[in-house]
């Protein structure tokens, strides 16, 4: 019986994939809401397949992301997210074959067919996502940030972790860490490092500030 470990911790999205892969009877599913207990689930069933929510989970960086795809090789990916940037996919889909891609605001005629390519080991890429990564891309001087992502964004170029952000701020890991993951979306960025760039060209740190 074919697994899939489905890692996201939305209700709502469990619920309707479950719902849909009741289609294929040999399936079994197995929801985490955590890196913990994803690895866990992966440890326990090393060839089975994963969805992905990227945006909504506790994992920092696409760097992150491969190195479990390098631990664990016969895994197959499927991520189901809402946004992600197309440098981050370029590198994801260009370093490993093993990662599909689909956004949720897919139609159940392609999600019924992502997960039909994810049980038989193929990737799959939405229609949406090709349409990103063929367009040609414009660079952005200026990027809108919020003012929460501002501050947040001037904390992790400090060198400030994400529990300590958190900390700081009173708001949970899981919160502050979503607004990491928006501030790189909507920078186009891929680290800590990349992102600290943008903060000092942006003049939002001070570069003696960020020396100390």
Known sequence: MEKIILADNQAITQAGLIYIGREWSDVEWKQTADKTSLIEALQSEPQSVVILDYTLFDLNDVDELLILAQRFPQVQ??????????????????????????????????????????????????RRIAELLLSPISPVEFVPLTKTEVEILKDIALG????????????SFHTVNTHRKNIFRKL??????????YALRAGLVDSAEYYI
């Open 160 to 171: 400030m972790t994400t529990k300590e952000i958190a900390e700081k701020r009173f708001s």
């Open 188 to 197: 186009t960025v891929n680290n800590v490092h990349e992102a600290t760039k």
């Open 77 to 126: 990916w499927l991520l189901f997210s809402d946004d992600l940037s197309a440098d981050f996919l370029k590198r994801l889909l260009g370093s490993s074959h093993r990662f599909g891609v689909l956004l949720k605001d897919a139609s159940l005629t392609e999600i019924r067919e992502a997960i039909r390519c994810l049980l038989v080991h193929e990737r799959y890429i939405g």
